[in-house]
């Protein structure tokens, strides 16, 4: 069995990504990294070859400037690396993703599981995403609760963003892959990088979504989105936690919700009395 880790990136010192994390800790069951890097005002080409693995190759790109409709130049790089990847399967995390070092014996061992099994096209994970600070966890169905990040390389499929993946059969109209659960969490480090750091982000690539953001001055949710984190954060996170992540959030409960966070609240409680998980699906759960 061949895996072929893969993800873009583009200015991710500036932005605060967790990217040569990122990349560490997907490395130990890959025989290939591939990173596609847009033209950069720093230092993260350099950073990623600092990291000194043969299993890497780099793919200089340019993104469309112009491309500013819901976030697809997204899509386009991460379509760039991963139709580069040579692997039997093709392993998508994105730059303030992280695997735990526990778990990697198990993603293996799933990818090796389904490898023969044609009905299965893709491996979902669950998502461990992290709101404020490292010590608070975003739990509402605002947020997806799990999603594919492994799809099988043998197949057509692209993404109509950098999210998700849609199987073409036949060149007709697409589909969302045939999975199974990995039973792996992906710990998701986007929202908890300092203050600076996501104003410069929000500002910058909120042009691919065809319009401006307002300035970011803080995290700010519902305190009934979110609860206390109690697990262990993987080993190679635990720096760039410590001299990089934001310390100083904390609930407001004060906090007035928005109609859409009024309506979160509802679907939880549904969640709860009728033991459902009720977060958008793209794919078919299979096994």
């Known amino acids: 069995m061949r895996v072929s880790g893969f993800t873009f990136i583009r200015n991710g010192s ?6 040569i994390e990122s990349i560490n800790s997907i490395l130990p069951i890959c025989d290939e990294f591939i990173v596609a890097v847009g033209d950069c005002d720093d230092d993260t080409l350099e950073r990623i070859k600092a990291i000194n693995s043969d299993k890497i190759i780099v793919i200089p790109t340019h993104w469309n ?13 991460k379509m760039i690396a991963q139709y580069n990847c040579t692997g039997d399967w093709a392993f998508y995390l994105e730059g303030d993703e ?3 070092e526990e778990d990697l014996p198990a993603i293996r061992s799933s990818m090796e599981r389904h490898l023969n099994d044609p009905d299965i096209e893709a491996l979902v994970f669950d998502y461990k995403h992290f709101f404020g600070s490292p010590e608070w966890m975003a739990i509402s169905p605002g947020w997806y609760r799990r999603e594919c990040r492994i799809i099988r390389n043998t197949i057509r499929s692209w993404a109509p963003d950098g999210l998700y993946f849609v199987i073409m059969d036949k060149n007709k109209k697409g589909r969302y892959p045939k999975a199974a659960l ?8 986007g929202h908890v ?13 909120g042009k691919y979504w065809g319009h401006d953001h307002p300035l970011f001055n803080g995290y700010q949710i519902d ?11 993987p080993q190679i996170i635990q720096s760039w936690l410590e001299n990089e992540a934001e ?4 609930p407001d409960h004060q906090y007035k919700p928005t109609r859409k966070e009024r309506k979160h609240r509802l679907v939880m409680r549904l969640e709860s009395i009728f033991n459902i998980e009720s977060t ?6 299979v096994k």
Request: hydrophobic share 40%; glycine share 4%; aromatic share 14%.
């Open 98 to 100: 992280v695997l735990h």
């Open 280 to 285: 958008k699906k793209h794919f078919h759960l």
């Open 182 to 189: 990995t039973n792996v969490p992906i710990y998701h480090y």
């Open 65 to 77: 400037e112009k491309m500013q409709d819901r976030g697809f130049v997204y899509a386009q790089q």
């Open 247 to 250: 310390k100083a959030f904390t």
């Open 193 to 205: 990088r300092n203050i600076s750091a996501m104003r410069e982000k929000v500002q910058r690539v």
């Open 14 to 19: 500036i932005l605060g990504y967790p990217f």
């Open 223 to 233: 305190p009934k989105a979110i609860a206390p984190f109690k697990g262990k954060h």
